[in-house]
């Protein structure tokens, strides 16, 4: 039966470049694959139109021919079936053979030192993301039964599991200064988007890699697109410090439809003190914050706080399905333009939860204050 390899090359269009184009060649071997199955090659950040090829095998195999811009290494993606992504480093004259089974698991790759350090570098990330949905599932548990000690020790354990990934993320870093494979490394997510380097806070980090990967690659696309990222996230962090100092300012204003599909204005709030929240309702640690915050709404919400929450998640009936379950009493609103919206990025929002606290004549006084005792401190502080 002759066998066929469907490839697909999703290539992201950044930018169109005129220069001349070198090639490296990728020889990908599909270990008992059934029929018609699929190949798809991703090249992120690149700097040429979107495409597609499609090749057919008889064999199993098929030969790729990369292109390498202005002799700059680059990266591609290799995935069967849609399935686990195999990132692939590639110089001008490359020859790589890459072994992956039907499952998409690597079974070898040779020609590719720095390919063979990413893979196992994910792997190890991979075993502790492994780690992190088990104590996910128990922690669900636990806040079912109502089993608050449990919560506390299994929250704990989350958050070494964090720093763990943190930790083999910034060795990666320092034992390979001059990889392109950074470049993802600091863009890692975790579970439900939770990114590993958040905004501004590890913008250090970032900048550390771009200054050691322009020092060798200049004219890396690559690395032009992280210096676009550090200049837009060197402009959030002067917006910030301007939140910072909003007393005289005011806030800006949202108008988002609820569950009902009616508009609500953050601005009809005023004359309360008001927490601001953008959220996720499909993660987990979020819901729970939920109830500490419902905590603090039953004791203060008749004496003048409410609470705005925006929910800026990919699944809008996954929203509206919590609002309900968790019966959250306050202001819902559901912003279909997630982290990118106008409204998140009026905030400067870079990661979820945000928690913006405004007083009742409209001045920002609280920014991510995370912690419920803190929040309710805060709160006390205004309202009396």
């Known amino acids: 039966m002759r066998r066929r390899f469907f490839i697909t090359a999703s290539l992201a269009l950044l930018a169109v ?85 039907a499952d998409g698991t690597v079974t070898g790759l040779s020609g590719s030192e720095e390919s063979l350090k990413m893979i196992e570098f994910n792997r190890k990330i991979g075993g502790i993301y492994s780690m992190m949905d088990s104590v996910s599932a128990r922690l669900i548990d636990a806040t079912a039964a109502g089993d608050g000690r449990e919560e506390r020790r299994l929250l704990s354990e989350m958050g070494s599991l964090y720093m763990k990934c943190r930790r083999e993320a910034i060795g990666y870093i320092y034992d390979n200064p001059h990889s392109i494979t950074l470049i993802p490394v600091v863009y890692m997510d975790l579970a439900d988007g939770l990114p590993l380097f958040s905004g501004t806070e590890d913008m250090f980090i970032r900048q550390m890699v771009y200054d050691s990967l322009s020092a060798v690659y200049p004219t890396s696309g690559l690395v032009k697109a992280l210096a676009d990222d550090l200049e837009r996230a060197r402009n959030g962090k002067a917006f910030e410090d301007r939140l910072s100092k909003a007393g ?14 009616n508009v609500s204005r953050l601005s009809d709030l005023g004359g309360k003190t008001v927490v601001l929240v953008f959220w996720n309702a499909g993660d ?41 379950v968790q019966g959250l ?20 929002v870079s990661s979820l939860p945000a928690v913006f606290l405004i007083t009742s004549s409209g001045d920002i006084v609280g920014r991510n204050i995370l912690n ?10 205004l309202i009396g």
């Open 284 to 324: 987990d640690n979020q819901k729970m914050w939920n109830n500490e915050l419902k905590s603090i709404y039953s004791k203060y919400g008749d004496r003048g706080l409410e609470v705005y929450q925006v929910a800026v998640g990919p699944d809008k009936a996954a929203w509206a399905r919590q609002v309900r």
């Open 17 to 101: 470049s005129c220069t001349v184009r070198n090639t490296a060649v990728v020889e990908v071997r599909v270990c008992d694959a059934p029929d018609s199955s699929f190949v798809t090659v991703y090249r992120p950040w690149s700097g040429m139109a979107a495409g597609t090829d499609t090749v057919f095998s008889d064999n199993g195999s098929f030969r790729y021919e990369a292109d390498i811009p202005d002799g700059a290494p680059e990266l591609y993606y290799f995935s069967v079936g849609g399935g686990i992504q195999t990132p692939v480093v590639l110089y001008d004259g490359d020859r790589v053979v890459l072994d992956i089974g």
């Open 372 to 381: 419920p005792r803190d929040l309710e401190n805060s709160i006390a502080g």
């Open 248 to 261: 005289t300012v005011g806030y800006p204003d949202i108008a988002l439809p609820g569950v009902d599909g």
């Open 329 to 348: 009493p306050w202001v819902n609103v559901y912003d279909n333009g997630g982290l990118s919206s106008v409204n998140a990025l009026s905030y400067n």
